[in-house]
């Protein structure tokens, strides 16, 4: 509307913006930027409504979206396997019609009539979506025939708009208050033959809390915009921006109206706690980090009396789980003392909170402790260690003093203990150890078996502090003293398999060491193309000085009178430095491209072998448990096995929930990282989904990938 009232005096600024627009448009065309488009459309439909394009404008752009999209799941003219692509452009058109259909419908109807036909005759050919892998909820129904997706949604809900006459609240519509001198605007206008774009930036989180706060709208919006923020924040497979972000933006929100915000919020974590057994694993995980994160900036104040009677619940119904999880998140972000205080109000809830206390080593001598040889061992070890001994030493001390007398295993579990207790002071001190002495560490533990050993010892020392050892494991990875397969197997080892309903602590190291393989492939994607760039531009360099260099050898110059081949020969000296080293800089180019695809294909069969471990092992412990599929053949079958729910009454026996919450992660990894999957999908179904495989199993992948049960 600002636009549209700048364009009444200063037309050539409003052209200026336009313009700009459109080159910034081809940027976001070119590195495929959705969101950026998307924001563009609704762009343009305020333009037009502010007076500033012509009507027939903006269907220019919906027309020539329609027909790329009509014409990418054409059969024969295009590629149906894209039609994600062009339900993105039919969803952009549909979004518009919210903010103008009613300009549109009054100015050129008919122009609009058509597009609205056009819409209705791509959805008659396209292939209905499934959209199961990105409901926040799991329904227990998904076989539900005729359900529509999102888009098929989209259309009808536009449709009913359009029948009630464009008329929605919730949409601000501040030109009408302007509409006598806006008219009066038409001067300017763009036809646009191509698409247009305003450059969006993604605001900083005050900028994006002020502006909600101020939105000109007749009517209180806050439950609307809490609705939003929590929408984006479980978005499925992942939100547009970081879940940090909206953690601010709630936080910023809720400190602006204090009033108002705080009391939607927490109705908005009621309404979710309540359905939190039926709400994706993946989100269910988003919820804990952002709610115990939020207590955490409000005093950890919160009406815990309220979820008191999840204690009756049994260990692993998800209501209390989730409690325990917020409560264990909590005390990482603050003290285990100051979180007890908080839920005085529950003091029953204590028996929720993580274990107080510090580390578990095993050759502490403190107390009443039986002192061993193990234990002197151990301490000899740390002595060597406060003397600065070097790794070479430690590895000779142990080849020679501990290995032959008491075995490898015994060397092991006092090597390890002892580094971790010399670095239990902080996060720095394990740091200082591992870079140290992880020579020693891959001395004794060359092989998986001896890998699974260390983590286990990990596991034991830092059993009071999921944390840490999360962390311990992730830096033991990062500096590869193991490797992610022998994580995996340790996660299914069958103490940790034991929790996977009534902790998250397996699962959080099972998704670090997933995300580090995967975030290495992607690191080194973007590194190999930027390389590319950078041999295009060492090459056209290298040309440059060659051409200049024998331009120069060429030239004839005159010295003493007589012509000469050549020109100065200190400037000749500049340029054939020059040639050579560009020619280096460009070899020294290739040589890194070639190294970083070497690495990339190493990466590439690590995340292959570890993709097949992980679905091997979710298949063998899953049909260990999930019942005959005669007996449990969806997911509303196998809650009802033993009873189900009925009403508020939660009754689901372990061995189900368990079925449930681990065919939950199986989705979740599924779809989370999904584009490195399918590259695998025909080995994966060769090894791990044989015919006779469970069909909930099977149900799980396909859900997280979006592929069709009855794919062909």
């Not at 609205?116 to 539900?144: P, Q, T």
């Not at 919730?170 to 450059?199: C, K, T």
């Not at 005093?299 to 009756?312: G, K, M, S, T």
């Not at 993580?354 to 061993?372: A, I």
Request: aromatic letters at 10%; proline letters at 5%.
């Amino acid at each position: 509307m600002e636009i549209g009232l700048m364009n009444l005096e200063f037309e050539d600024c409003v052209r200026k913006v336009v313009e700009d627009t459109q080159t910034n448009l081809q940027d976001a065309l070119d590195s495929g930027n959705c969101n950026r488009i998307r924001i563009l459309m609704r762009f343009l439909t305020v333009l037009m409504c502010s007076k500033v394009l012509q009507p027939s404008s903006l269907v220019v752009v919906f027309e020539t979206l329609l027909s790329s999209a009509a014409t990418t799941v054409d059969e024969e003219k295009g590629n149906p396997s894209w039609q994600a692509c062009a339900d993105f452009y039919i969803t952009c058109i549909l979004s518009c019609l919210p903010w103008g259909g009613a300009e549109l419908m009054e100015q050129v109807p008919e122009e609009i009539e058509g597009v609205m036909v056009g819409i209705e005759a791509y959805l008659s050919i396209r292939r209905h979506a499934s959209d199961n892998g990105l409901s926040f909820f799991d329904d227990n129904d998904e076989a539900k025939n005729g359900e529509k997706d999102f888009l098929e949604d989209l259309w009808s809900r536009v449709q009913d708009l359009s029948t009630n006459g464009w008329k929605l609240e919730s949409v601000p519509r501040p030109h009408l208050s302007f509409e006598a001198q806006l008219v009066s605007a038409w001067g300017l206008w763009y036809l646009f033959l191509s698409f247009l774009f305003l450059g969006s930036c993604k605001a900083s989180r005050k900028e994006c809390a002020s502006f909600m706060v101020g939105l000109p709208v007749p009517f209180r919006y806050e439950y609307l915009m809490a609705e939003t923020i929590f929408s984006q924040l479980l978005m499925l497979p992942e939100p547009p921006f970081k879940p940090i972000y909206y953690t601010l933006v709630i936080i910023d929100l809720c400190k602006a109206l204090p009033g108002a915000f705080p009391a939607v919020v927490a109705g908005g974590v009621r309404a979710l706690f309540e359905r939190i057994a039926d709400l994706d694993m993946e989100c269910r995980t988003r919820l804990i980090l952002w709610f115990s994160h939020h207590l955490a900036n409000f005093q950890f104040i919160w009406p815990w009396e309220e979820w008191a009677y999840v204690l009756d619940l049994p260990k692993w119904a998800p209501q209390r789980v989730f409690v325990q999880e917020v409560l264990e998140r909590e005390v990482r972000l603050s003290y285990w003392e100051k979180v007890k205080q908080s839920i005085e109000n529950a003091p029953g809830l204590e028996e929720l909170l993580p274990p107080k206390g510090g580390p578990n080593f095993r050759f502490s001598v403190d107390g009443d402790t039986e002192r061993t040889e193990q234990h002197a061992l151990s301490a000899d070890l740390s002595s060597m260690m406060k003397g600065r001994a070097t790794s070479r030493e430690i590895i000779s001390w142990i080849e020679e003093s501990v290995v032959p007398l008491h075995g490898q295993e015994v060397a092991l579990k006092v090597v390890v203990q002892t580094f971790l207790d010399m670095g239990s002071k902080s996060f720095t001190h394990l740091i200082t150890v591992l870079e140290r002495y992880g020579q020693a560490i891959a001395k004794i533990c060359p092989d998986e078996d001896k890998q699974v050993m260390l983590i286990a010892e990990v596991g034991y020392y830092w059993r009071n502090n999921p944390q840490m050892a999360a962390i311990a494991i992730d830096r033991m990875m990062g500096y590869r003293l193991i490797s992610n397969l022998a994580i995996v197997r340790w996660v299914f080892s069958p103490e940790n398999v034991e929790q996977f309903h009534t902790s998250d602590h397996p699962w959080e190291v099972l998704r670090n060491a997933v995300s580090k393989t995967y975030n290495r492939i992607s690191d080194l994607r973007k590194e190999i193309s930027s390389l590319k760039t950078g041999i295009v531009a060492a090459e056209e360099a290298a040309e440059e000085a060659k051409t200049e260099l024998e331009a120069a050898e060429s030239k004839l110059t005159l010295v003493d009178g007589e012509p000469v081949l050549g020109e100065n020969p200190v400037r000749l000296s500049r340029l054939k430095s020059r040639a050579e080293k560009a020619k280096e800089e460009e070899v020294s180019a290739r040589e890194s491209l070639e190294a970083k695809d070497a690495l990339l294909a190493r990466a590439l069969d690590e995340i292959e072998a570890l993709l097949l471990s992980l679905y091997k092992n979710f298949c063998n412990v899953l049909m260990e448990r999930l019942p005959d599929a005669s007996i449990a053949g969806s997911l509303r079958e196998l809650s009802q096995s033993n009873g189900g729910r009925t009403s508020d009454v939660y009754n689901i026996g372990e061995k189900e929930q368990w079925c449930l919450t681990t065919l939950g992660y199986v989705k979740a990894f599924s779809r989370q990282y999904a584009s490195e999957i399918w590259p695998h999908i025909e080995k994966l179904e060769a090894e791990v989904l044989p015919e006779n495989v469970h069909p909930l199993f099977r149900r799980a992948i396909y859900c997280g990938l979006r592929r069709p049960i009855n794919w062909a």
